[in-house]
């Protein structure tokens, strides 16, 4: 029995998806509150002590799950993944019950909002379960050296084995191109703030540009691009890959050969097949990197009712034919 180690390393990572979260929502209530009462935006120092606040309670919550699990016995990936949207569920309706965000939601979007959070959860503890790593619990490391009378436990398997199909691998992989495309709309900032005479409204586009933009592209982009690494994942698969350059490789080359057919429809994205091409590879990479080994299937089971006909495939049997010679 193995469980998930105390890793301070594995929760700074894991809470990069929350920060991300945290800051966009932040920006998206900041710019609403500049817009319709722009004498009460809060001061700096009052903005960053928020943020900090909410990335304090997310990573106190998660790492009290995580508590929460080992006192359980529970490792798996799966368990690690739904603690993480139920602690940054909880933190969401904390914040909104004690009023600790600078600016509550609309009537009628609380839910709808904290539901961004809340997967923006799953991927924190999905996350920490898979950076903090396992360690054998003490009893089960003893019982198991006592009973093959080693004095270690067997760690090793020799079978053969595949990548694993992972949903959550799947997810982080298909918001690689929402990331990405995140990244653009920093290049624009300069020339945006310099087109603006009110400086006020360029710092207002310049900050809420990057947050619509991740907003739109997660909306848009995961689903298709969670269908494109499905794709690509049992490509591999049946072409016995399993190493992550080889994963990187065939996610860019079906990103390329997919942007070259959409250019034939639409010209204009001919400029994006290079840019999709990296896209697909940066996609195939993680996904390997997440996803993890599992065993090979066993075979199925053959039912016979003639033992004569259990004869392997290379016997003469199998390729040549008896003669009866008949009067």
């Known amino acids: 029995m193995y469980l998930v180690k105390n890793s301070p390393r594995a929760l700074f990572a894991a809470l990069i998806p929350l920060a991300i979260v945290e800051a966009v929502l932040l920006v998206f209530a900041l710019a609403g509150g500049q817009l319709t009462d722009p004498v009460g935006v809060p001061a700096p120092d009052q903005i960053l002590m928020s943020y900090a606040g909410r990335m304090a309670m997310n990573a106190a919550l998660l790492f009290a799950g995580h508590i929460v699990l080992r006192q359980w016995t529970v490792s798996s990936r799966l368990a690690y993944g739904l603690m993480g949207g139920v602690m940054a569920a909880l933190s969401y309706g904390i914040a909104i019950r004690n009023h600790i965000q600078l600016a509550a939601p609309g009537d009628g979007t609380v ?3 904290g539901l961004v959070p809340t997967i923006a959860g799953m991927i924190a503890g999905f996350l920490y379960g898979q950076f903090a790593g396992l360690s054998p619990v003490a009893r089960a490391a003893v019982q198991s050296s006592a009973a093959d009378g080693s004095g270690t436990p067997p760690l090793v398997f020799n079978g053969p084995v595949r990548v694993r199909s992972s949903f959550a691998g799947i997810v982080i992989a298909a918001l690689i191109p929402t990331v990405l495309a995140t990244l653009l709309p ?3 900032v300069p ?3 310099n087109g603006f005479g009110d400086k006020s409204t360029a710092h207002i586009f310049a900050a809420v540009i ?3 933009t991740f907003m739109v592209m997660m909306v848009i982009s995961v689903i298709p691009s969670s269908i494109f690494m499905l794709c690509v994942h ?3 698969r049946a072409s016995s890959r399993r190493n992550a350059w080889e994963y990187a490789a065939i996610g860019g080359v079906a990103a390329f050969a997919c942007a070259l057919l959409l250019a034939f429809a639409v010209p204009l994205l001919a400029l994006l097949v290079v840019p999709a091409a990296f896209c697909g590879a940066v996609m195939g990479a993680i996904y390997r990197r997440f996803a993890g080994l599992e065993p090979m299937p066993l075979p199925e ?3 016979a009712t003639d ?8 016997h003469p049997s199998r390729h040549q034919h ?3 010679l008949s009067n």
């Open 234 to 236: 049992h490509v591999a």
């Open 322 to 324: 008896g003669v009866i």
């Open 307 to 314: 033992p004569n006909t259990l004869v392997d495939a290379d």
């Open 210 to 212: 990057p947050a619509q």
């Open 186 to 188: 920093y290049t624009l």
């Open 111 to 113: 839910m709808t909002i």
């Open 191 to 193: 020339l945006l703030m």
């Open 301 to 303: 089971a053959v039912i």
